[in-house]
């Protein structure tokens, strides 16, 4: 069974730039998971889906930050545009409904210069 | 608000027995989550509790008191490749984990 898939899996991008990331759960994880991660911190949550509908997006700075999930399976999470402190690790994580088994791709490294 | 706590190291030598501790203050609770994070890897899922009392994998075991709102992972017979990072994570009221700051473990030969 293939994991969770991102990419890319290292990004550098000057501020003021655009920045997308990518996410491919696990087949038939309804729900999926966008977390940030500062060096040293634990991951911090950003929005939520169950199947195709956000159902916590309260975390997610919307002035610059948004997501989205067609068709409940793929996810994009788009930065526009970037700033300094946005230099972080990108997390997608997915799992079944109801489950309480999260199960994380390897990451988008994102640095802002 | 929300707010976990968990040591921010710990060292031990191989074969030892290692006890990492939580403490949360969460609006909601769900279950408690244990997860292993190796410098630049993804977390991998350890443990979950959702009642109190012990539960076993292999070398790993989870506790958690809810009256106290306490819980630990415990790692027994330490090895080298045991060295990363370990969190703590609340299934709160909104369904989703709020996560500790991380215990960063270091195994010593």
């Known amino acids: 069974e293939a994991g969770v898939v991102q990419s890319p899996r290292y990004k550098i991008i000057e501020k003021k730039q655009p920045v997308a990331f990518w996410c491919n759960p696990i087949?038939?994880?309804?729900?999926l998971y966008w977390y940030l991660q500062n060096l040293g911190q634990g991951p911090e949550l950003l929005i939520r889906?169950?199947?195709?509908?956000?159902?916590?997006d309260s975390q997610l700075p919307k002035d610059r930050f948004s997501a989205e999930r067609l068709k409940g399976v793929d996810s994009t999470l788009k930065i526009q545009p970037a700033e300094l402190g946005d230099s972080a690790v990108y997390l997608c994580a997915s799992s079944q409904k109801r489950l309480y088994t999260q199960y994380f791709g390897p990451g988008t490294r994102l640095t802002v210069l | 608000g929300q707010s976990l706590e968990q040591p921010s190291e710990v060292t031990a030598v191989e074969g030892a027995i290692v006890q990492i501790n939580c403490t949360y203050q969460?609006?909601?609770?769900?279950?408690l989550s244990w997860y292993q994070q190796h410098d630049g890897g993804a977390p991998t899922f350890l443990s979950y509790n959702a009642l109190d009392g012990l539960e076993e994998t292999g070398r790993f075991s989870s506790f958690l008191s809810r009256s106290d709102s306490y819980g630990y992972l415990l790692l027994q017979e330490l090895q080298m490749k045991d060295s990363a990072s370990y969190f703590c994570a609340v299934r709160d009221q909104g369904q989703n984990f709020v996560f500790g700051p991380g215990t960063r473990l270091s195994a010593l030969p």
């Open positions: 889906y169950e199947n195709e509908e956000a159902v916590d």
């Open positions: 087949s038939g994880h309804n729900t």
């Open positions: 969460t609006s909601g609770f769900y279950g």
